[in-house]
């Protein structure tokens, strides 16, 4: 597979912008900087961040085991799926698939960039449809979004499936992690160096809490970075989010031990709901979110907003009538909605 055919033709040639970082690499070298046009008395960011993110890169090659070349940082996962779209999809040409019920920036991000959306639902047990995804490809479809675990369905697709799209695809198969810290199944990372057509995101939003600082990660073969690296923003990752994501990544323990206590109270929470008279279904979380069909999503999302809680509402969404998201809380916060939830 030519991953350079698949690229936009203005991609092929295009010239990354050279910052001052760029052109003299060394920031800390005991230099005077005059080069960038900087404020220089010291407010603690007065210099440019480093464009390249090298201290945050080496800590997450420590905890995913990617090398620093496969890694690629944007302002959250919308950055960095926006620049996934700006490589590979000419505007009013080619296609991307999604498997709805999904995330919904994917088909955001089409529209913005005038990309055709071909939608292939997934089944009733919320599992991908192979042959029909792969049928429903042309030549110009550029990019397959697969969620896993998925937002809202709340679960990870078959492996076995998984391996079949990105094998059978024709054009580059995102598999969108935001969610694989609190999931029980493997990490697509270890098999990215199987597959050219494969990347990885993951992001710093969920497990790691750190939405409000916008960290998204992208990881893919170095060939497919190295583009990702000429287009994105040469400052695109700030200097208060890289002190941040760094003292979090430091601090892996008190990550883990979240997450433990996030599982152990989506296991309670799950069963708690099955309690509630008007709760029908409670599909099996692989997140920290649970989906629950009730008697009327529309009906019971109101009656919880009068009582302080507010939930999604995923009624609309295909597969989802009547299905309510709940993100899982505190203890405190589940208590707090398993009571209000009997009171109705
Ligand atoms: C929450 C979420 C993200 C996170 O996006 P950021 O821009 O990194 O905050 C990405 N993908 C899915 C499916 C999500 O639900």
């Not at 302080?308 to 505190?330: A, D, K, M, W, Y």
Request: charged share 25%.
């Amino acid at each position: 597979m030519n991953i350079e055919n698949l690229l936009r033709d203005n991609i092929k040639t295009i010239k990354a912008y050279s910052s001052a970082r760029d052109e003299y690499k060394d920031a800390t070298a005991n230099m005077v900087f005059i080069d960038a046009n900087e404020n220089p008395f010291q407010t603690s960011v007065n210099r440019y961040p480093d464009p390249k993110q090298s201290k945050v890169k080496e800590r997450i090659t420590k905890i995913k085991n990617v090398s620093k070349s496969q890694i690629l940082l944007g302002n959250g996962s919308d950055e960095v799926l926006d620049l996934v779209f700006r490589a590979f999809c000419e505007p009013n040409q080619d296609n991307v698939i999604t498997l709805p019920p999904t995330y919904g920036m994917y088909s955001v991000l089409a529209d913005l960039n005038a990309i055709e959306i071909k939608s292939v639902q997934l089944d009733k047990s919320f599992e991908p449809k192979v042959s029909e995804i792969l049928s429903t490809q042309n030549e110009d479809s550029k990019l397959l979004f697969i969620c896993s675990p998925n937002n809202p369905t709340a679960n990870s697709f078959n492996a076995d499936k998984v391996e079949e799209l990105i094998k059978g695809f024709n054009g580059i198969v995102v598999i969108d992690e935001a969610y694989i810290d609190f999931s029980n199944h493997e990490s697509w990372l270890s098999r990215l160096n199987d597959f050219p057509n494969l990347i990885v995101t993951q992001t710093l939003s969920k497990a790691y809490g750190l939405a409000g600082i916008r960290l998204g990660i992208c990881f893919a073969s170095e060939y497919i970075i190295s583009v990702l690296n000429k287009i994105k923003p040469p400052y695109n990752v700030n200097q208060l989010t890289q002190d941040k994501a760094l003292e979090r990544l430091n601090s892996i323990d008190d990550v883990n031990q979240e997450i433990n206590m996030v599982l152990k109270e989506r296991h309670q929470l799950s069963s708690e709901l099955s309690n509630i008279s008007f709760v029908e279904t409670i599909f099996p979380s692989d997140a920290n979110f649970v989906l629950a069909k009730v008697d009327d999503a529309n009906k019971r999302y109101t009656q919880l907003i009068e009582k302080g809680i507010v939930v999604r509402n995923r009624t609309t969404q295909p597969l989802c009538e009547n299905c309510l998201r709940f993100t899982v809380g505190t203890e405190e916060e589940n208590k707090t909605l398993i009571k209000i939830l009997n009171q109705l």
